[in-house]
């Protein structure tokens, strides 16, 4: 089945730094792929909407400068949080979509931690 | 994008069957539903999806009536392993974006 990876699965950082998350597609091709972030015993909370090639959609109230989102190529997107502070400390999830598919599913990665000192 | 409800916990017992339901009055005519299960600190893992009348897997069935405003994802005689966040989603590759609902916190007791 379609695999989706994350790295780091955890990170922790200082206050002031930056941080990139990796999101890949092992074993098809993305057009599009999804950044969420979860706090404890929330839901997702969709960040934003990230598409091969183009910019991408950030959702209202999500800091486009702060969390910078590359999708350079049909397999992998980046999720940069810059300046991190401790408030940004949450469980980072994206999500692809398979461009071949035709129905509505997509493929999870398994998460990274981030936590903020 | 179809809003989803679903009851925020529910409670069980192993080796019961665990029906979960969840209403979507603005399904179109497009969208699929589907349902994905989490354990802490994981992402949502696929259980089943599908479009109308009833799916069977090897781990659910999904059962969606004629005017498909609701549909209920069972588990049969669940164990201690299936404790997690169940969330139904509803959409179609269409949609441009994918909006979680709060999901149903299942608790398995022994």
């Known amino acids: 089945g379609a695999v989706v990876s994350q790295h780091p699965s955890w990170v922790i950082c200082k206050s002031g730094t930056s941080v990139k998350i990796e999101c890949r597609s092992l074993d098809f091709q993305a057009t599009t792929m999804f950044w969420y972030r979860q706090f404890p015993k929330q839901s997702l909370m969709l960040m934003a909407t990230?598409?091969?090639?183009?910019?991408?959609?950030?959702e209202q109230g999500v800091e486009k400068d702060k969390f910078l989102i590359n999708h350079a190529s049909l397999t992998l997107s980046t999720l940069t949080v810059t300046s991190a502070h401790p408030e940004d400390s949450s469980f980072y999830i994206c999500?692809?979509?398979?461009?071949?598919?035709?129905?509505?599913?997509?493929?999870f990665g398994p998460g990274t931690r981030l936590t903020v000192t | 994008l179809a809003k989803t409800t679903q009851p925020i916990s529910m409670d069980s017992y192993e080796g019961q069957e665990v029906n979960i339901t969840c209403s979507h009055n603005n399904i179109a005519t497009n969208d699929y539903i589907t349902w994905y299960q989490q354990f802490p600190s994981q992402g949502p893992r696929f259980i089943i999806q599908?479009?109308?009348t009833k799916v069977t897997n090897e781990v659910a069935s999904l059962f969606i009536p004629a005017d498909r405003k609701s549909s209920t994802l069972s588990l049969p005689r669940v164990s201690l392993s299936d404790t997690a966040v169940y969330y139904c989603?509803?959409?179609?590759?269409?949609?441009?974006?994918?909006?979680f609902g709060k999901g149903t916190r299942l608790h398995i007791l022994p």
């Open positions: 990230s598409n091969e090639g183009s910019k991408a959609t950030y």
């Open positions: 989603l509803v959409g179609s590759n269409r949609d441009d974006k994918i909006i």
């Open positions: 599908g479009y109308k």
């Open positions: 999500s692809a979509r398979d461009a071949a598919g035709v129905s509505y599913e997509q493929y």
